[in-house]
């Protein structure tokens, strides 16, 4: 089982905004900054938010995130079939000393 | 542009040790700013970090994996490789090395990744 809890499966139509969630705890998401990645298939991980809501150069707008307390959103609006793919969440796990990450989520764009 | 690559066999026998080097180019590895991390995904299945150093030595083990794992850095050949010794078909994964901004930050750039499969 992750340390950080993902829904496994999200789902949209184009253009529909859906939102992705990872929850936590004190020791990891609540005292420590996350990041989220996207992974298309058969592709390595790429860095889609940082330090909990900043985008790397290159990332659009539309991809956005959120921290509150021990949980965390990733939102993606204008929803597009390219964005199919699935995304995690990490973090650092003060209590554990170890970096930890959401078991992820599929999201598919019907 | 920064350009990470991974290499080592992709094939190890059971109780053995597995060993990978990350090659990093377009860039330093001996910048203060960066750790050098390892992450793995079993076929399906979702990421898990393995273990990260910065470019002094300084280290972070995934505390399951700790008593198996060695990690280290080259400087002078911008290398950082992996060790996992007594692996088992569960270490059977896709390997990637990855730049980590701080020693808690993000991940921002990715090797392609290396399927070693642990089997006789």
């Known amino acids: 089982q992750s340390v950080l809890t993902q829904p496994p499966s999200a789902s949209g139509t184009p253009g529909q905004r859906v939102t992705i969630s990872c929850s936590g705890s004190s020791s990891n998401i609540g005292s420590n900054i996350i990041s989220w990645y996207q992974q298309l298939p058969r592709t390595a991980p790429k860095l889609l938010i940082y330090?909990?809501?900043q985008r790397p150069s290159g990332v659009p707008d539309r991809f956005s995130g959120s921290k509150s307390g021990t949980s965390a959103s990733l939102a993606i609006s204008g929803l597009q079939s390219e964005d199919e793919a699935d995304y995690y969440c990490a973090t650092w796990d003060g209590s554990l000393n170890s970096w930890v990450f959401g078991g992820g989520t599929k999201l598919t764009v019907l | 542009q920064l350009q990470l690559q991974e290499s080592g066999p992709g094939l190890v026998k059971p109780s053995e040790t597995l060993s990978l080097t990350c090659t990093v180019s377009g860039g330093s590895i001996s910048s203060s700013s960066y750790f050098w991390a390892w992450i793995r995904q079993p076929p399906g299945r979702g990421l898990g970090w393995i273990a990260s150093i910065s470019y002094s030595g300084s280290t972070y083990y995934n505390p399951s994996l700790k008593s198996r794992v060695a990690i280290s850095v080259d400087t002078s050949k911008n290398q950082f490789s992996l060790k996992l010794s007594s692996v088992i078909a569960a270490d059977t994964a896709v390997y990637y090395c990855?730049?980590?901004?701080?020693?808690?930050?993000?991940?921002?750039?990715w090797g392609q990744g290396t399927l070693v499969t642990v089997s006789s």
């Open positions: 330090t909990n809501n």
């Open positions: 990855a730049r980590l901004v701080g020693s808690h930050g993000g991940l921002d750039y």
